[in-house]
């Protein structure tokens, strides 16, 4: 997957609509499901059909920076509009990047390890456009960062989502918790989407089932 360097500002690449997005070549991603027996709940194990996870099976991520920010922009088709919980079954829709936080080669499908922990940048509709930076160590590890140095925007329409996710390559100030990115270089990457009309949360989700590698145009 390629990262393309482009002059485009912060504010038009946030923009999911803006006409610098045609100009970017996009790759096609097949979704899996999650695997249940790999849920640390055993609620879930026990309430769920295996073959009812995964709605989403088919993601498209456009990727680009320019020299000082990274942006994704994920879309995918969608028919329910889902922004808030209406029932016990139905919850926000949203989507998610992984990125191993130290190198390495950790599980992607059990959100890293505790020797190859994962940095997740992460959307939900219901949150207002109010991303989350966090960090895994394994299933059922994952912790909010308290600072957050991720943006988006986001928007639905005709039935599907258009969510960009913006955040500075570099994020110094906080190296324990955020993946560092440059230009030349290469990190594996993964995605994740949440279909909140199939009652999907947590774990259980729609992913990319192996790394893909990422490189940024230098």
């Known amino acids: 997957m390629q990262c393309k360097k482009v002059t485009a500002t912060r504010d038009q690449l946030l923009n999911p609509t803006a006409a610098e997005w045609s100009k970017i070549t996009g790759e096609a991603l ?23 996870i995964g709605k989403v099976k088919n993601l498209m991520v456009q990727a680009v920076h320019n020299g000082t920010d990274v942006f994704f922009r994920l879309t995918w088709e969608d028919a329910n509009k889902n922004t808030e919980i209406t029932d016990n079954n139905v919850f926000p829709d949203g989507c998610g990047i ?8 950790p599980p992607i499908d059990e959100m890293g390890s505790k ?26 590890s994952t912790v909010f960062s308290k600072k957050c140095a991720i943006q988006t925007k986001s928007q639905w329409g005709q039935g599907a989502w258009a969510v960009v996710f913006a955040r500075p390559l570099v994020v110094a100030e906080d190296k ?3 993946v560092q990115l440059a230009p030349g270089k290469a990190v594996k990457i993964g995605f994740a989407v949440w279909e909140g009309s199939n009652g999907e949360r947590g774990g259980i989700k729609s992913f990319s089932k192996e790394w893909r590698e990422l490189t940024l145009e230098a």
């Open 30 to 52: 097949k979704m899996d499901a999650t695997p249940l027996a790999n849920q640390p709940s055993e609620y879930i194990k026990a309430s769920r059909d295996a073959k009812q």
């Open 98 to 105: 992984l990125i191993p936080l130290s190198g390495g080669d």
């Open 115 to 140: 020797e190859f922990p994962v940095n997740a940048w992460f959307w939900r509709a219901d949150l207002k456009d109010v991303p989350h930076n966090t960090v895994a160590r394994g299933l059922g």
């Open 176 to 178: 324990e918790e955020s």
